[in-house]
């Protein structure tokens, strides 16, 4: 057997990155070292720049054969912001979003782990982490040695955006959906609203439905965000079981974002949104949990609105996210020039 820093004749090691995943949705980490670095004075602005000149590095990462289509990663890199710990780009099949709940909680426990945040304190270590989309603060158990794997988050102001919109969908005729913000847009409906049920119809039919929403969203409906247009676009279309007034018992959904790809998690930005326009509707208030689960894994987050914002002229509500975190491995990938698909391929 070879050493462990043993590497092909003639490949190049091109990134190492820590794999985890939360709620069953995988997250690959490259800690840092990409040559040249995104650039640009704002994370934003290194996003627009990671899209234009290293879009060949997200391929690389999340696309066969080192990833597959519904694989899902971040970059870290530096943050403007003071108070940030760390800076974070999220990568995934079709190219970047703004927000990542999974990923957040899953980096809570890396920055403690790989020594980003200086002298962790127990019982629990709160770590900044600047997203596209802002600073979110994670809240990470630390018992001296190691963190813990359940971690919640607060999340940037979450808003509703729009509240029953009446939608034409190919194939469906009029659907009634609602909008929210939790960081990224989505649509939110009733998979029953499309004669499905989220827990018992096949996934493949649910991804169909909800792709042809979110496609008739982004035709007749323009969002607008106060802080920045960059982030006005609608990310995916989440489909529940329609219970959204407040109970102790877990309510499903299952989400759909980017070219079709779906969320092994309860989605955690998805649950920020989700909360903020339940409270919006007046059907939770401020410090009710609600338990959210994913139809693909049967895993579980937490939700609840923890105090009132402002995001522009909407009213916001800062939310809570908690869920479990595990670590997955190790990787080192290296390309060889001569390669054809060194960059990667996706298969629908």
Same mark, same amino acid.
């Given at each position: 057997?070879?050493?462990?820093?043993?590497?092909?004749?003639? %490949?190049? =090691?091109?990134?190492?990155? $820590?794999?985890?995943?939360?709620? *069953?949705?995988?997250?690959?980490? &490259?800690?840092? @070292?990409?040559?040249?670095?995104?650039?640009?004075?704002?994370?934003?602005?290194?996003?627009?720049?990671?899209?234009?000149?290293?879009?060949?590095?997200?391929?690389?990462?999340?696309?066969?054969?080192?990833?597959?289509?519904?694989?899902?990663?971040?970059?870290?890199?530096?943050?403007?912001?003071?108070?940030?710990?760390?800076?974070?780009?999220?990568?995934?099949?079709?190219?970047?979003?703004?927000?990542?709940?999974?990923?957040?909680?899953?980096?809570?426990?890396?920055?403690?782990?790989?020594?980003?945040?200086?002298?962790?304190?127990?019982?629990?270590?709160?770590?900044?982490?600047?997203?596209?989309?802002?600073?979110?603060?994670?809240?990470?158990?630390?018992?001296?040695?190691?963190?813990?794997?359940?971690?919640?988050?607060?999340?940037?102001? %979450?808003? =509703?955006?729009?509240?029953? $919109?009446?939608?034409?969908?190919? *194939?469906?005729?009029?659907?009634? &959906?609602?909008? @929210?913000?939790?960081?990224?847009?989505?649509?939110?409906?009733?998979?029953?609203?499309?004669?499905?049920?989220?827990?018992?119809?096949?996934?493949?039919?649910?991804?169909?439905?909800?792709?042809?929403?979110?496609?008739?969203?982004?035709?007749?409906?323009?969002?607008?965000?106060?802080?920045?247009?960059?982030?006005?676009?609608?990310?995916?279309?989440?489909?529940?079981?329609?219970?959204?007034?407040?109970?102790?018992?877990?309510?499903?959904?299952?989400?759909?974002?980017?070219?079709?790809?779906?969320?092994?998690?309860?989605?955690?930005?998805?649950?920020?949104?989700?909360?903020?326009?339940?409270?919006?509707?007046?059907?939770?208030?401020?410090?009710?949990?609600?338990?959210?689960?994913?139809?693909?894994?049967?895993?579980?987050?937490?939700?609840? %609105?923890?105090?009132?914002?402002?995001?522009?002229?909407?009213?916001?509500?800062?939310?809570?996210?908690?869920?479990?975190?595990?670590?997955?491995?190790?990787?080192?990938?290296?390309?060889?020039?001569?390669?054809?698909?060194?960059?990667?391929?996706?298969?629908?």
């Amino acid at each position: 057997m070879e050493a462990p820093g043993w590497l092909p004749p003639r %490949a190049r =090691a091109v990134v190492r990155v $820590v794999d985890m995943h939360t709620g *069953g949705e995988p997250l690959r980490i &490259v800690p840092g @070292g990409l040559e040249p670095g995104p650039a640009g004075p704002t994370l934003l602005a290194r996003r627009r720049h990671m899209g234009a000149e290293l879009d060949h590095v997200r391929r690389l990462l999340v696309h066969e054969p080192r990833g597959h289509r519904d694989m899902y990663a971040a970059v870290l890199v530096p943050s403007e912001l003071p108070a940030a710990q760390l800076g974070a780009l999220f990568l995934h099949g079709q190219g970047y979003s703004t927000m990542c709940g999974h990923a957040v909680l899953a980096l809570g426990r890396f920055a403690l782990d790989g020594g980003l945040v200086p002298a962790p304190s127990r019982p629990e270590t709160a770590v900044t982490i600047h997203c596209p989309c802002g600073p979110v603060t994670a809240f990470v158990p630390w018992d001296g040695q190691r963190s813990g794997s359940r971690v919640r988050f607060h999340s940037v102001p %979450a808003f =509703a955006a729009a509240a029953d $919109v009446t939608v034409d969908v190919p *194939g469906h005729g009029k659907v009634v &959906v609602d909008i @929210g913000y939790g960081g990224a847009f989505y649509a939110f409906l009733s998979a029953e609203r499309l004669g499905l049920d989220v827990c018992s119809s096949k996934t493949q039919d649910l991804v169909d439905a909800a792709s042809a929403v979110t496609e008739a969203v982004k035709r007749q409906f323009k969002l607008h965000h106060p802080d920045n247009e960059e982030l006005a676009f609608l990310y995916g279309t989440i489909l529940t079981d329609g219970k959204d007034a407040f109970s102790d018992e877990p309510t499903t959904n299952i989400c759909v974002f980017a070219d079709a790809q779906v969320d092994r998690s309860p989605t955690g930005s998805g649950v920020t949104a989700r909360i903020a326009l339940q409270y919006h509707k007046g059907l939770i208030q401020l410090n009710q949990t609600r338990t959210f689960r994913s139809s693909s894994t049967g895993s579980l987050f937490t939700g609840k %609105a923890v105090k009132e914002a402002k995001c522009g002229d909407y009213n916001a509500v800062v939310v809570e996210v908690s869920g479990e975190a595990f670590y997955t491995g190790t990787a080192t990938f290296v390309v060889e020039e001569e390669d054809p698909l060194k960059y990667g391929f996706s298969l629908k």
